[in-house]
């Protein structure tokens, strides 16, 4: 027991890295995917056909696509076209991508819950859409989206693991890479489970809370 | 100051207003009365420009009606409409949802907005409830704020639109006599209704609508007392005796 201890400790460093790596990942594709998850979302809801034709097959065409396959997209065939990222913006350009699709549902679900009345009796005080938008829609769309964003954070937390697959070493990648060089499978991945776990359980109690809190209003 | 020339108005293959003009000048005030689905709404939309009309013309102040364009916003800000559902921002108070529109729309200094706020819904009774929200305020006292509301545009008339018919009958009467008071004022205001009490006491003209036309138009007196048309007579009877 103790030496699995002393070789816990030993690779505790290395994961850590590892861990710092996974939140950078997870909360530049969270931002990214919000950011354009909106864009898809008020695109979706807008008056223009063309707007909502775009808006429509970027969001059929990204959820079709396996997300690692996305990712080995922009990793290894961009730089074909001339474009070169690393691999950490290539991660976080694929993920935010991918997650953008399912963030836009959410929101545009959030947008379109607020109830019509409230929209004409804005514009017939002369409230333009935009500030529509920003005035009217998007202060309560918040508390509906708020929950499922959360499920969304600690979905993208995990998935990060896949960019370990465009060699980005996050928490998987320095994990594999100990454990290829030690053999020592069981203490390197019940090490990087727990850390998973101890990034996720926090996030989990917050969505709990978020839920409970904006069920009753 | 409005006048709606031979409108016409479709939703899809079925036509729900088939040529109506009628003009509404300064001070007056309008009923509209007429059975359920007979356009009634969808004309006071198209006056403020909520929904699109097929032909015909509209003017406010000598400025054509139209939804798609910009000139939409300027008539909006003095041409103010009250729903029959209130419709306010349920995540702004009372203060709020009256300041939004000067603040917002025409860019008044917050403070100055605010001063009038409270004067508008001290005005319609509510002087108390200035941080209330929607959801707390009964369905009379979020009318009233809609009111308050909508004068805080400043505006040069007034679409109501059945603005009591969601209201349960005691609060009836709260509402009526705020819009009999800016009547009295001198705002130009077109009223859909069903109260035929307030129509006779308050409008100066009344509209009989019925299957997208104006069977019968006339001073409230004349009208509501002595209806020419068949079908005014009807509709007044079960107003008045709903159960025969
Ligand atoms: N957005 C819409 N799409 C299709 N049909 C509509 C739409 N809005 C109204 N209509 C139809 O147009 C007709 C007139 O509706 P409108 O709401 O103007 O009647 P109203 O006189 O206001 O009736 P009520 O007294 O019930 O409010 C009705 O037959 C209604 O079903
Ligand atoms: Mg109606």
Known sequence: MSDYLARSAQYFPLLLEGVTLTIVVTLGSVFLSSILGLVWAIMAVSKSRILRGISRTFITIIRGIPIIVQLFYIYFVLPELGVNLTALQAGIIGLGLAYSAYQAENFRAGIEAIDKGQIEAAHSIGMTDGLIMRRVILPQAVRIVLPPFGNTIIMLLKDSSLVSTITVAELTRQGQLIASSTFDNMTVFTLVALMYLAMAVPLTFLTRHLEKRYATS | MISVEDIRKSFGPLEVIKGVSFNVSQGEVVCIIGPSGSGKSTILRCINGLETYNSGAITFDGIKIDPGDKSIVNVRTQLSMVFQRFNLFPHR????????????????????????????????????????????????????????????????????????????????????????????????????????????????????????????????????????????????????????
């Open chain 2, 93 to 244: 108070t009372a203060l709020e949802n009256v300041i939004e529109g000067p603040v917002q729309v025409k860019r008044e200094k917050k403070a100055d907005a605010m001063e009038r706020g409270r004067e508008l819904l001290d005005k319609v009774g509510l002087s108390g409830k200035l941080d209330a929200y929607p959801g707390s305020l009964s369905g009379g006292q979020q009318q009233r704020v809609a009111i308050a509301r909508a004068l805080a545009m400043r505006p040069k008339a007034i679409l109501f639109d059945e603005p009591t018919s969601a209201l349960d009958p005691e609060l009836v009467g709260e509402v009526l006599s705020v819009m009999r008071d800016l009547a009295n004022e001198g705002m130009t205001m077109v009223v859909v209704t069903h109260e035929m009490g307030f129509a006779r006491e308050v409008a100066d003209r009344v509209l009989f609508l019925e299957s997208g036309v104006i069977m019968e138009e006339g001073s409230a007196s004349e009208l509501l007392r002595n209806p020419k048309h068949e079908r005014t007579k009807d509709f007044l009877h079960r107003v008045i005796n709903p159960l025969e």
